[in-house]
């Protein structure tokens, strides 16, 4: 009878613990210099981007533990912390959709007071959002950033002198997904605006970090030109097929089990560098095994299980929203080529049509999310798994 374990891989939710995360050395390097140089007066603010599903969240939350006292990551990386050990206040904001800028500098701040009071019971302050309602609307019907600015660093003033009685390092406001607020908001002039006054009120110890996708700092850009000299952007790339075998070994290593050498190499063909498909693999691998070794045939039977069944609705929603005709058949076509990246070259001969005919249909698919751009005329999908269900099940031959 085959005995029940706990799987060392989790597709759906960032990887909290320290002794699975795996990579990233130089960027887990780059940050723990950010903290570094907070901790002594020198704030350095920074976001880490990346493509969907790239694992920003997860370095984000390790970033957190990092900074409030675990060491395991930076020494088992060897990364000198220039200190016994970070003891910094952290909060944490999930951004949603569409947020207004009002609204975010007011959760920043919730966040932020929840997280000293239930760190701090004897601490008794209280911040006075009311004066956000206050705030006078323009002939547009907007707020002024900069009044946004003065009443969201009135407030952290409050808190920051109360927390600094507690001999912490600093503050640090970590903020996923940062991307989704509309730039049109007034966003980037925002963050501008506030890491300016907080220097100018000597508040060297408190830092914004945030996570946002590929080309978050130039969309941030188009608003305000100089907010790549506010946020430093650490970028994440894919994974390398060592990097690959690392997740992997550690996975396996954790429950004792043991596998093919072909494994890492068929499991970074399929997944891309993407972590999310290396930890999908991994599960379901372990999940198919009738022993504790993972074969090749394990390494098939859990393609199928993941398109057929675990992730089939997803896969199937993203080809639905594809759209139909020509869309499906350069979808097609990228399928059946032997790499990852596909020249637009050879999708134009599968498809029968010159470049200039499709390439909207292209930028649609870029659009939406489906496909992404590798190098010029160079495309790769989103998600990797997508070329699989394609493989197993073929395109939508219905022409709208």
Request: charged share 30%; hydrophobic share 35%; proline share 3%.
């Amino acid at each position: 009878m085959k005995k029940r374990f706990i799987d060392p891989f989790f597709p759906n939710r960032p990887v909290k613990d320290p002794s699975l995360f795996e990579g990233r050395t130089e960027q887990i390097d780059e940050i723990v210099d950010a903290l570094y140089q907070t901790k002594n007066n020198n704030p350095k603010h920074f976001i880490i981007t990346g493509d969907r599903g790239i694992g920003k969240s997860s370095l984000l939350l390790q970033t957190k533990i990092l900074s409030e006292g675990e060491n395991s990551l930076a020494d088992r990386y060897e990364i000198d912390l220039g200190v016994e050990k970070y003891d910094f206040l952290s909060s944490w904001t999930d951004v949603t959709e569409g947020q207004t800028l009002e609204n975010l500098a007011k959760s920043l701040l919730v966040d932020l007071e929840s997280t000293v009071k239930k760190i701090f019971a004897s601490l008794k302050f209280s911040i006075d959002l009311g004066g956000f309602v206050q705030i006078e609307k323009n002939a547009n019907g907007e707020k002024s950033v900069t009044d946004i600015v003065n009443e969201f660093v009135k407030s952290l003033k409050t808190i920051y002198e109360n927390v600094s009685k507690k001999s912490k390092d600093g503050i640090i406001i970590f903020i996923d997904e940062l991307d989704r607020v509309s730039v049109s908001s007034g966003v980037s002039s925002f963050f501008k605006l506030v890491t300016e006054k907080l220097n100018r009120e000597n508040i060297n110890n408190v830092i914004f970090v945030a996570s946002g996708i590929t080309g978050a700092i130039q969309k941030l850009g188009s608003e305000h030109a100089s907010i790549d000299r506010t946020f430093r952007d650490i970028p994440l790339p894919l994974f390398t097929e060592q990097e690959t075998k690392e997740i992997l070994v550690n996975g396996f290593d954790k429950i004792g089990f043991t596998f093919d050498e072909s494994i890492p190499s068929l499991s970074y063909s399929i997944s891309s560098g993407f972590p999310e498909p290396i930890h999908i693999l991994g599960s379901e691998m372990l999940s198919v095994s009738t022993d504790n070794h993972i074969c090749e045939e394990d390494f098939k039977n859990a393609k199928v299980k993941i398109v057929t069944d675990v992730r089939k609705n997803k896969l199937q929603d993203i080809l639905t929203k594809a759209g139909y005709g020509k869309y499906q058949s350069i979808l097609e076509a990228m399928a059946k080529y032997s790499d990852v990246n596909v020249p637009l070259e050879y999708i134009s001969k599968e498809i029968k049509s010159k470049q200039n005919e499709f390439s909207s249909n292209i930028g649609t698919l870029i659009d939406k999310n489906i496909i992404r751009r590798v190098d010029r005329s160079v495309y790769a999908f989103v998600d990797p798994l997508l070329k699989e269900y394609i493989k197993q099940f073929g395109i939508i031959k219905i022409d709208k």
